[in-house]
T-cell receptor, first 110, second 115 residues
Framework: RKEVEQDPGPFNVPEGATVAFNCTYS??????FFWYRQDCRKEPKLLMS???SGNEDGRFTAQLNRASQYISLLIRDSKLSDSATYLC???????????FGDGTTLTVKP | DTGVSQDPRHKITKRGQNVTFRCDPI?????LYWYRQTLGQGPEFLTY????????KSRLLSDRFSAERPKGSFSTLEIQRTEQGDSAMYLC?????????????FGPGTRLTVL
């Protein structure tokens, strides 16, 4: 079993739709969590950190459930420009290593 | 451009040859990471440095791989006796670790093809 697991998709949604991605992690010592976005043939870029209380950035909402060891990302009012692969990232406290999921691919269609 | 840079962007080599990649991080960043990414997979951790000290290496990193960051600035990743399975995108990232927060900024990657 991988340390960080994501549904690979692809998710194909129309513009304006709401879409949610989940990510599960296996190491209970995991301490910090992030969502990165990766466009085709480009490098990953930080989308948002995930805080215990949940956090929102415009159309994007991230949630953390430590008891069930999963993280979610909700995208509201999808735009064509949201089409990308979304990577879940988990760090263990005081460890340098970041563990990436394999990503969930989203395609938003007109 | 003050982001992370990598050189070369593409490298084609024959099996058995040695290759070396360079990464220049964002100047004030104290941490530097190397990852490998293949199609359909997320970045896979290889190693990281805090300043010039290499603090962790993945168990997946064979003895053919070595990385250095001699002055705590740029880093090199060398692969000796390349194999076809080494074909991948090699990504470098840097960060300025503050507390628990560690946003990593990635370079554009070096795409390695081993023939």
């Amino acid at each position: 079993r991988k340390e960080v697991e994501q549904d690979p998709g692809p998710f194909n949604v129309p513009e304006g739709a709401t879409v949610a991605f989940n990510c599960t992690y296996s190491n209970s010592a995991s301490q910090s969590f992030f969502w990165y976005r990766q466009d085709c043939r480009k490098e990953p870029k930080l989308l948002m950190s995930v805080y215990s209380s949940g956090n929102e950035d415009g159309r994007f909402t991230a949630q953390l459930n430590r008891a069930s060891q999963y993280i979610s990302l909700l995208i509201r009012d999808s735009k064509l420009s949201d089409s990308a692969t979304y990577l879940c990232v988990v760090n263990i406290l005081n460890a340098g290593k970041s563990t990436f999921g394999d990503g969930t691919t989203l395609t938003v269609k007109p | 451009d003050t982001g992370v840079s990598q050189d070369p962007r593409h490298k084609i080599t024959k099996r058995g040859q040695n290759v070396t990649f360079r990464c220049d991080p964002i100047s004030e960043h104290n941490r530097l990471y190397w990852y490998r990414q293949t199609l359909g997979q997320g970045p896979e951790f290889l190693t990281y440095f805090q300043n010039e000290a290499q603090l962790e290496k993945s168990r997946l990193l064979s003895d053919r791989f070595s990385a250095e960051r001699p002055k705590g600035s740029f880093s090199t990743l060398e692969i000796q006796r390349t194999e076809q399975g080494d074909s991948a995108m090699y990504l470098c990232a840097s960060s300025l670790r503050t507390g628990d927060f560690d946003e990593q900024f990635f370079g554009p990657g070096t795409r390695l093809t081993v023939l």
